[in-house]
């Protein structure tokens, strides 16, 4: 019994343990009623963070397909070819969803 009051105020005077991470990782989001961000999620998050991808000027599809490529071809981005249509979906509703940048 003392024992367990004995821990009770141990833990009491330790209180909850939080822990800091450098920089909060954000991943790509589910766009609602749209397609999955979970290709994105698994591709294009290993070099840089998502905000790299999301600050960009409004872009067609061929250009978002485009810039896929070039992450293959130029920055050796394993991306399985069968990833890419999930992807670009991604890439063109999310900037469709966007009042803060203008279509071209
Ligand atoms: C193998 C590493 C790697 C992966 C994986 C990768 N990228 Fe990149 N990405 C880069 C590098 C390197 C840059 C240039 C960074 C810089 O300029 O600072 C870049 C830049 C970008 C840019 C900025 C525009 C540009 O062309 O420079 C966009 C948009 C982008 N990546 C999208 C994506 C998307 C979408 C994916 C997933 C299909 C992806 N990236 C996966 C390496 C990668």
């Not at 963070?49 to 992450?71: C, D, F, Y």
């Amino acid at each position: 019994m003392m024992r367990l009051v004995f821990m009770a105020l141990l833990l009491g005077a330790a209180g909850p343990v939080s822990i800091e991470l450098p920089g909060e990782f954000v991943p790509f989001a589910d766009i609602k009623g749209g397609p999955s961000a979970e290709a994105i999620n698994a591709n294009c998050l290993s070099c840089h963070s998502a905000e790299m991808v999301l600050n960009q000027p409004h872009l067609s599809r061929i250009e978002w397909q485009g810039e896929v490529t070039k992450m293959r071809n130029v920055y050796k981005a394993p991306v399985a070819a069968a990833d890419d249509a999930e992807i670009v979906d991604w890439l063109v509703a999310m900037q469709a969803g966007r009042s803060d940048i203008k279509a071209p």
